[in-house]
């Protein structure tokens, strides 16, 4: 019940930012707020409420990690960059534009066309996530502070903890993992929506607001061999069983060669589920809970938390995860 509960509320939030957002600008992408709780110790969340689309182009030209678009951004910059359709559809990668030239952190080129549909979106930051001055618990010590980690593309994390300075505030500001004298700029930690962070929360429980766009379309995540912090993306109505992630996932007759899908449950721990492959002919294939040797759950009935951990038992690989069906009409 909590769970369902939960998702109405989100639901709402999203309508009623839909609404107001529609009313100002009715060619306005939909926006929405989602409220994460940060409780006592580890919390692995994503962002689901996106920086605002900049610009949608076709591709010009392709030359390794350059892309040239058709129509440039209105500001250079830092971007997310979005494949929307053909061969890398739901492709996200980070960017830098200089008018309409985009250098692209990772080469698309072996499966970027000219012609392909590509939106440059807002990019969100330790600054617009956490703030300036952290609505985090800081200290003077990082041992005593709340932590912020993030994936760093290599398998493991870059941490950041908030110094609340010597007497007097002098000198505080977002600091990196043993980290010691002076500060980092918190705008230029950019957090790319399908990676998971962890926050420990080393005070009271707490909660952020995240607000921003809602992205409709689908979205690829890179997994690598074995534990992989993801976001599920969208932020209302994302289920096991409408995830897409039945399909992109590795089903087995046992638990131990499944790949495994992790979702905070809220109390410290997770609650895991994999999917069976069924009898002969796949008869009985569908989604277990971890430790489940007979039956299948509703997997309808197993909202998808913001954050999550895709345990990926074979080489490294791209799933796609697709938003509700509803999506389709915001």
């Excluded at 949608?56 to 350059?66: L, Q, R």
């Excluded at 046992?254 to 589920?273: H, I, Q």
């Excluded at 938003?323 to 389709?328: C, L």
């Amino acid at each position: 019940m909590k769970m369902n509960s939960l998702k109405a509320a989100a639901a709402f939030g999203l309508s009623a930012l839909v609404v107001s957002s529609a009313a100002a600008q009715t060619a306005s992408k939909p926006v929405g707020y989602e409220t994460v709780a940060i409780n006592q110790q580890f919390n692995t969340f994503g962002l689901r409420l996106l920086g605002a689309p900049n610009v949608t182009s076709t591709v010009g030209a392709v030359s390794g990690t350059t892309v040239t678009l058709d129509a440039a951004p209105s500001a250079d910059g830092s971007y997310i960059v979005e494949v929307n359709d053909n061969a890398l559809a739901g492709a996200v990668v980070t960017g830098t534009s200089t008018g309409a030239d985009v250098v692209l952190s990772e080469d698309l080129s072996a499966g970027l066309a000219v012609g392909d549909s590509i939106t440059l979106r807002a990019t969100q930051t330790m600054a617009s996530v956490f703030g300036t001055d952290s609505t985090l618990t800081g200290a003077a010590s990082e041992g005593a502070a709340d932590l912020v980690s993030v994936p760093d593309g290599s398998g493991g994390f870059s941490t950041y903890w908030y110094f609340t300075g010597s007497f007097g505030g002098a000198g505080k500001g977002w600091r990196e993992s043993g980290q010691v004298a002076g500060t980092i700029d918190p705008a230029s930690v950019t957090l790319v929506y399908t990676d998971g962070m962890v926050v420990t929360n080393r005070g009271a429980d707490n909660s952020l607001v995240i607000t921003g766009s809602v992205k409709t379309a689908p979205t690829t995540l890179g997994l690598t061999t074995q534990f992989n912090y993801v976001s599920s993306v969208y932020p209302a109505g994302s289920t096991l069983d409408n995830s897409g992630l039945e399909s992109q996932l590795t089903a087995a007759a046992s638990e131990g060669a499944a790949d495994l899908v992790s979702l905070p449950d809220g109390a410290g721990g997770f609650s895991t589920y994999w999917h069976f492959s069924g009898g002969f002919g796949g008869a009985g294939a569908g989604w277990r809970e971890s430790g489940q040797v007979a039956g299948t759950i509703d997997a309808a009935l197993v909202d998808l938390t913001s954050g999550m951990i895709v345990t990926n038992r074979g080489d490294a690989q791209n799933a796609d995860i697709v938003a509700p069906s509803f999506y389709a009409d915001l």
